[in-house]
């Protein structure tokens, strides 16, 4: 798939494009992209610039959007550099200057709650009654009676309930970041981790154990603040690869949440923590064993 920023958008007629912000791309969004060539989407997060106190905490990094966007067969992701002079853009000319423009676009996928323009002012009836090319508006996709958004997935995040979000993503849930030094608390324990600070501008899973892929490999994965030692730390995500041995020091680290094995506990002994650590691991062994490849796309 061809990546290109809107200046340097190639001048081709007949575009399908399907238009939103697409965080997470969920299950809804996937809907509102298949069939088209081309997705136009914007960085940063529209909300950052006219409303920054509001800015939601991310479900995805631009890559892991565009990995996924990819992976739906698009050939083409365009992506607006969203700043305060675009967000002053008025509708009308966001429809003359770009969609018709820049795109030439011959049809336009948006979902029934796409807005644009300066202030909002442009929506789904304004493109519907523009005759230079075909409106296609999807309703709001509901499972089990309940919306799929991302603000939805990213409650269900917080809350632990990895499965449920990662039903409604199409997806594991995925947190990446470079390898930390830590305390090498884990590998006096015997179960030696990779550390991840967790970035503020991300969604991440409460706190408690999971079963994760990491790069591919089996890793049992405990985000919060270690109750059992008091270590002065803030919260860190730290990652026990299983049948791992290799420094990862300095490296990016995937974390593809695949389910929850229970909430952050405190121990009053290291020798009951070691324990439970050998039945977090032994769990995650069989949850990743029998993970499909869909799920781990």
Known sequence: ??????????????????????????LGHRRVIEGSDSVLTFDPHPVSVVAPQHTPKLLT??????????SLGVQELIVIPFDAAFASLTADRFVQEVLVGALAAKEVSIGENF??????????GMLLADERFATVVHPLLEVDGEIVSSSHIRGLVLAGDIAEAN???????????????????????????ANLVPDEAFARPGHGVYACLANGHAAAVSIGVRPTFQTGRGELIEAHLLDFDGDLYGR????????????????????????????DVERTRQIVSTASVAEVK
Do not use: N, W, Y
């Open 1 to 26: 798939m061809k990546v290109t920023h809107l200046p340097d958008v190639e001048q081709r007629d007949g575009r399908s494009v399907a238009v939103g912000t697409f965080d997470g791309v969920h």
């Open 61 to 70: 990094t631009f890559a892991r959007k565009t990995e996924l966007i990819a």
């Open 115 to 124: 807005r644009f323009g300066h202030r909002a002012q442009g929506d789904p």
């Open 167 to 193: 039903r409604l993503l199409g997806a594991p849930f995925q947190v990446c970041g470079e390898v930390t030094h830590g305390d090498e608390r884990g590998r006096a324990l015997g179960f030696p981790t």
């Open 252 to 279: 990016l680290l995937r974390l593809d949440f695949l389910a929850r094995l229970r909430g952050e506990r405190r121990f009053d002994r290291p020798e009951l923590l070691i324990e439970q650590m050998r039945d």
